[in-house]
């Protein structure tokens, strides 16, 4: 993860917790649901290429490889 993303969730992760303090749990659990799910989409796209090229050379070797 690049370095301004992780100040920015750290900012967010912070103002979720200031604002969600005293809300019912399911709002709560809600909330850090929706954030847990931001955060595996991220990583999922840190880990798997997005340009297209570079995806088909992705693919490709892992074809060879199995």
């Known amino acids: 993860m690049s370095r301004p993303l992780i100040s920015f969730l750290a900012a967010g992760v912070t103002g979720m917790v200031v604002a ?5 749990w399911w709002l709560a659990a809600t909330a850090f649901g929706c954030l847990a799910l931001g955060l595996g989409v991220v990583a999922l796209q840190s880990v798997f290429p997005q340009e297209s090229a570079h995806r088909l050379a992705w693919w490709r070797d892992r074809r060879r490889h199995r």
């Open 20 to 24: 969600l303090t005293g809300a019912p």
